[in-house]
């Protein structure tokens, strides 16, 4: 037989895809036979569909999920940005991720490295959130006016009961009205080592009657004009801490005597009717 006729007379050994020819040694080199080349073949190709049928599998198995179970898995996530990634899978983690910040009534920023974006976005789709900590952390918190803005935006800033804003020193009165002002709900409210001054005590004062403690540690530029107004309009007043700052004694007296049952933290002594003696306010 000739050349190009061996040529024109392949032996097709698999499903017409690979072929073996008989004349060619260094084709079936490796292989006892040309059968156990087959089967050989036959038998990685079973191996690599079964498993991407298992792989199918596995997806197809996560896509029949319901949205409201993703939402319970990703409510158990601590981790934003585990929830971030998992928000850009697919629309329907997108929409799971939404409904599990929807059911949280509390969101911590502390520890976290967050913009004003980031954090805007994540309290506007959490619509029953109760507490909201955007306190300072070890990563160095990025909140600015900007983000205050932002946040008081947010359908869940009316029902907000406790807001952590304390060490943000990239605030100013600015943000800190704006934020306050729709915040009708408040009980807490920490904004000790900030830079604000007795403008965001004057707007506390008159959009949060429910207040009943009040962070101010070490804001220096709050006067005791800023605190009088505080004491007189919000009657549920029972707290309020004043460590660091430069008001004198008498200040604090004073206070006493418009709300007798107020307590005074000044660093690790209470300031109250029965430690300071009521004087004449002149």
């Known amino acids: 037989m000739e050349a190009h006729e061996l040529i024109k007379s392949p032996i097709n050994l698999v499903d017409n895809s690979i072929m073996f020819n008989q004349t060619n040694p260094r084709v079936l080199e490796g292989f006892p036979s040309p059968k156990h080349a087959v089967c050989l073949v036959r038998e990685r190709r079973k191996k ?11 997806e197809a198995e996560i896509d029949r999920l319901p949205v409201d179970l993703l939402a319970h898995i990703f409510f158990l996530f601590s981790s934003f940005t585990d929830l ?11 929409e799971g991720v939404k409904q599990s910040l929807a059911r949280k009534e509390r969101l911590s920023f502390a520890g976290w490295k967050m913009d004003d974006d980031s954090t805007a976005r994540l309290v506007r789709f959490a619509y029953n959130l109760k507490e909201l900590d955007i306190s300072r952390s070890c ?4 909140i600015t006016d900007e983000g205050l803005y932002k946040i008081s935006l947010a359908k869940c800033v009316s029902n907000l009961t406790s807001i952590s804003l304390w060490g943000m020193t990239g605030i100013t009165d600015r943000g800190v009205i704006q934020l306050v002002s729709r915040a009708n709900s408040l009980h807490y409210l920490n ?18 009657p429910h207040l009943k403690t009040i962070g101010l540690w070490s804001c220096r530029q709050v006067t005791e004009s800023g605190l009088v107004v505080l004491v007189n309009n919000c009657h549920k007043l029972e707290s309020i801490n004043v460590f660091g700052m430069r008001v004198p004694i008498e200040c604090f007296i004073g206070l006493l005597a ?25």
């Open 84 to 94: 971030a990634q998992a928000s850009s899978v697919c629309r329907k983690w997108r």
């Open 139 to 142: 990563w160095g918190c990025q």
């Open 191 to 208: 904004i000790g080592g900030t830079f604000v001054t007795d403008e965001s005590l004057y707007a506390i004062a008159a959009s949060c």
């Open 48 to 58: 690599n569909e079964e498993r991407r049928m298992s792989n199918s599998n596995v």
């Open 258 to 282: 418009i709300s007798p049952a107020l307590q005074i933290k000044a660093g690790r002594v209470n300031l109250n009717v029965r430690r300071i003696p009521l004087l004449p306010i002149h």
